[in-house]
């Protein structure tokens, strides 16, 4: 029995020497990175990128004024006024986007002035639209 107790107390005597030589290497490596020469550069700059994004409207005035007028600080906004019926603008916004790539396409008209028959046709081009080259076309009726 006297032996079984030596043997655990030796190990807790080790297990305390292991301890106070990891503290004593901790020390060590803080004074040497004390004793370092400081580094003095800076991080690399990184801004993220803002989100552009195309409105193309049905008026040529009044839509575009105020959509100008919104302030984002993460978007950009473009707008455009065409002037034409539903269908036409949103033909009008896949060339612009063809032109230059925008995050988001939103197209803006009041679907009062126009039949069901042309707003249907605007929905079902979006969706061709959609499907055939994979971009996002969103409408907004006003009114």
Not at 12 to 29: R, S, V
Not at 48 to 53: D, G, R, S, V
Not at 79 to 99: F, H, M, P, W
């Amino acid at each position: 029995m006297t032996l079984i107790i030596y043997c655990i107390s030796m190990k807790m005597k080790d297990k305390k020497a292991e301890q106070t030589a990891a503290k004593q290497k901790h020390k060590e490596e803080l004074k040497s990175k004390r004793r370092a020469a400081p580094d003095f550069k800076r991080p690399e700059p990184s801004l993220a990128e803002k989100q552009t994004i195309l409105i193309v409207c049905e008026g040529k005035n009044t839509e575009p004024s105020y959509f100008e007028k919104f302030r984002l600080s993460s978007a950009t906004i473009k707008t455009v006024g065409i002037g034409c019926n539903t269908a036409s603008l949103v033909k009008r916004a896949k060339e612009i986007y063809d032109q230059r790539t925008f995050d988001q396409v939103w197209c803006v008209f009041d679907k009062d002035d126009f039949s069901h028959a042309d707003f249907n046709n605007a929905m079902k081009l979006q969706k061709q639209i959609i499907l055939k080259s994979r971009i996002q076309i969103n409408l907004l009726n006003i009114g």
